[in-house]
C-alpha cells in the first residue's frame, strides 16, 4: 500500500511541476500567483504547498527539472542535439519563457543565483565530459582547448533561449547548428 502511495504523491508532484513550468513560463516568478498556479496545476493550494514549501521552493524545483533534462539530453546528444531537442520540442515557448524568468531571477535572488548555479555546474561538467569523449573517439578538432569550444556551445544555447525569447523564429537555428557542430568536428 505504501508503493502506490508514493507512486500517487510523485505523480501527483509531477504534475504540480508540468503546471507550474507552464504557469512561470507564461506569466513570470511575481506573476504566477498562487490562484493562477492552483489553474495551471489543477490542484489546490493545500496540494501544491504540500510537495513545495512555498513559491520559491516551487520555482527551483521548476528550474532545477529542466536542467536535468538539459543535462540530461547533452549527456545523451551532445549540447547541440540538446539544443535541436529544445528547438523541435512541443513546448518551446516554455522553455524559453522558463530560461528568461530564470536569468531574471539570476540577476534579482542571490539565494537563488546560489543554487542555480549549482545545476549549471552540473551541466557544464555533463557538456565537458561529452567533448572529451568526442575528442579522444577523434570527432572533436585538436586545436582548440575543450573549454573553449564548451564556451562557444554555451553561448551557443544562451544565443538561441535568447533570440527565441524576443519572438524570433527558430527558422534557420537548425543550420545555424550545422555550422557551429562541423566548426568543432575534427577537420
Not at 503546471?19 to 512561470?24: D, H, S
Not at 510537495?51 to 527539472?65: I, M, P, T
Amino acid at each position: 500500500m505504501v508503493a502506490r502511495n508514493d507512486s500517487a504523491a510523485a505523480s501527483k508532484r509531477e504534475d504540480i511541476l508540468a503546471g507550474a513550468r507552464r504557469c512561470f513560463a507564461t506569466y513570470g516568478y511575481d506573476g504566477a500567483t498562487v490562484a493562477r498556479l492552483e489553474e495551471a496545476t489543477g490542484k489546490s493550494r493545500g496540494a501544491i504547498f504540500h510537495h513545495f514549501d512555498n513559491k520559491e521552493a516551487l520555482f527551483l524545483a521548476v528550474a532545477h527539472r529542466d536542467m536535468h533534462k538539459m543535462s540530461s539530453l547533452a549527456a545523451e546528444d551532445g549540447l547541440i542535439g540538446a539544443i535541436r531537442s529544445l528547438v523541435d520540442s512541443d513546448d518551446l515557448k516554455d522553455w524559453w519563457g522558463m530560461r528568461v524568468e530564470i536569468t531574471r531571477r539570476v540577476h534579482t535572488d542571490p539565494c537563488f543565483a546560489a543554487k542555480w548555479e549549482l545545476d549549471q555546474l552540473a551541466l557544464r561538467r555533463v557538456v565537458r565530459d561529452r567533448l572529451q569523449e568526442q575528442r579522444a573517439a577523434g570527432r572533436l578538432r585538436q586545436d582548440v582547448d575543450v573549454d573553449t569550444i564548451a564556451q562557444v556551445l554555451e553561448l551557443m544555447l544562451d544565443g538561441v533561449l535568447a533570440q527565441l525569447s524576443q519572438g524570433s523564429s527558430p527558422e534557420g537555428i537548425p543550420e545555424a547548428l550545422d555550422m557551429v557542430e562541423n566548426t568543432i568536428r575534427h577537420q
